[in-house]
């Protein structure tokens, strides 16, 4: 198994979260924290997933991500099945450090529908789905 990073835990820091230049990440009562992952030229997001302190540490030190599957309850590097792989060009965390962000050369479809990226659908005034790649939909309001 490899190791995980030491972070701090944010308790123990002696400046508000907002201002201090220690990454203290914050993982929620079953050890995960939302990761985005945005295209670095287009700046689009392309897939929300998960990762746990092993999956954050192993995507710092290799430059590829890795995430925690809550289905398979298993590690996965991005690509590792499908070939789709995500270099990572910068890892971004919110105010609080409870998200965080990855900025990613996308190699390959992002969603594992062969689309390019997982938000392909948009929501109607009725609730309904409908697919649409692009930034705005046509028609939308």
């Not at 079953?30 to 999956?55: C, F, R, S």
């Not at 925690?68 to 792989?85: D, F, I």
């Not at 105010?95 to 594992?112: F, K, M, N, S």
């Amino acid at each position: 198994m490899t190791k995980t990073r030491p972070w701090p835990s944010q308790e123990s820091l002696d400046e508000p979260i907002e201002e201090t230049s220690i990454f203290a990440p914050r993982f929620d009562e079953k050890g995960l924290i939302p990761a985005v992952a945005i295209d670095h030229q287009t700046g689009k997001i392309l897939m929300l997933a998960y990762m746990n302190a092993e999956a954050l540490a192993k995507t710092l030190e290799t430059g590829d991500a890795h995430y925690w599957s809550r289905s398979r309850q298993s590690l996965w590097r991005k690509g590792e099945t499908s070939g789709a792989t995500q270099r990572v060009v910068e890892v971004r965390t919110d105010c609080d450090q409870d998200a965080i962000e990855l900025v990613v050369e996308q190699e390959g479809p992002a969603c594992h529908t062969k689309r390019p990226r997982c938000f392909y659908r948009r929501v109607d005034q009725n609730g309904e789905l409908v697919i649409c790649d692009e930034p705005v939909c046509k028609g939308s309001h």
